[in-house]
């Protein structure tokens, strides 16, 4: 199973405007943390916004939310405001406890490319 | 200044030749990571080191082999380059490896190296 699904390969904004970016995440554990970066077409990974599975209330950071509801297992980006410098490849990630016979603990989606429009 | 830095940012090469790739963090932080983004932006974790030991090996060919001399720096040596190692490799570090659910968790990329192979 997929660990993490992003299921909107492309979106498409009016500048100004709000826009999700949908992030399910499938783990077992209680102690995870999800992440969402920013890659613009200069090829560098930004890193967004961090909610930990502990925490009660939604990560905010300026114009990025993140909206978690743990029983459904989602994590969407909200970005409001939608600027032209907005367009990039979103990634949704998360980090589960470090295991000896799984080792690899952090877990990339596939991506969303989101355009905004003048 | 950089946080996570790493040369050189492009590398084009002969297939069979044997080529390095310098990773330096100055988060002080505990732990990095080699990452490879393949054409299709999928990311896929390579190696994790924790103050210069080997945590993470993924089901990566032996031609790669990473070092870290000190827990600011983790290098990856590449011998025998084939066609198929082209794609973008990131360093990225984090505050430590053990938790998780914590801001520490977060990952700090590099740049990224885009290599191709001719």
């Known amino acids: 199973a997929q660990k993490i699904t992003q299921t909107q390969p492309g979106m498409f904004v009016q500048e100004k405007e709000a826009v999700t970016l949908d992030c399910t995440y499938d783990?077992?554990?209680?102690?995870?943390?999800l992440f969402w970066y920013k890659q613009p077409s200069s090829g560098e990974m930004i890193f967004l916004i961090y909610?930990?599975?502990?925490?009660?209330q939604n990560a905010t950071e300026g114009r990025y939310s993140l909206n978690f509801q743990k029983a459904r297992k989602s994590a969407n980006l909200v970005i409001s405001a939608s600027q032209l410098g907005d367009s990039a490849m979103y990634f949704c990630?998360?980090?589960?406890?470090?295991?000896?016979?799984?080792?690899?603990?952090?877990?990339f989606g596939t991506g969303t490319s989101l355009t905004v429009i003048p | 200044d950089t946080a996570v830095s790493q040369t050189p940012k492009y590398l084009v090469t002969q297939m069979g030749n044997d080529k390095s790739i310098k990773c330096e963090q100055n988060?002080?932080?505990?732990?990095m990571y080699w990452y490879k983004q393949d054409s299709k932006k999928f990311l896929k974790i390579m190696f994790s080191?924790?103050?210069?030991?080997?945590?993470i090996n993924e089901t990566v060919p032996n031609r790669f082999s990473p070092k870290s001399p000190d827990k600011a720096h983790l290098n990856l040596h590449i011998n025998s380059l084939e066609l198929g190692d082209s794609a973008v490799y990131f360093c990225?570090?984090?505050?430590?490896?053990?938790?998780?659910?914590?801001?520490?968790?977060?990952?700090?990329f590099g740049p990224g190296t885009r290599l191709t192979v001719l």
């Open positions: 990630a998360m980090r589960e406890p470090y295991a000896s016979n799984t080792g690899n603990q952090f877990y």
């Open positions: 080191y924790n103050n210069k030991e080997l945590i």
């Open positions: 909610q930990g599975s502990y925490d009660e």
């Open positions: 783990t077992s554990d209680q102690s995870y943390g």
């Open positions: 988060l002080g932080h505990d732990t």
């Open positions: 990225a570090s984090s505050q430590d490896y053990s938790l998780a659910g914590t801001s520490t968790d977060t990952q700090y």
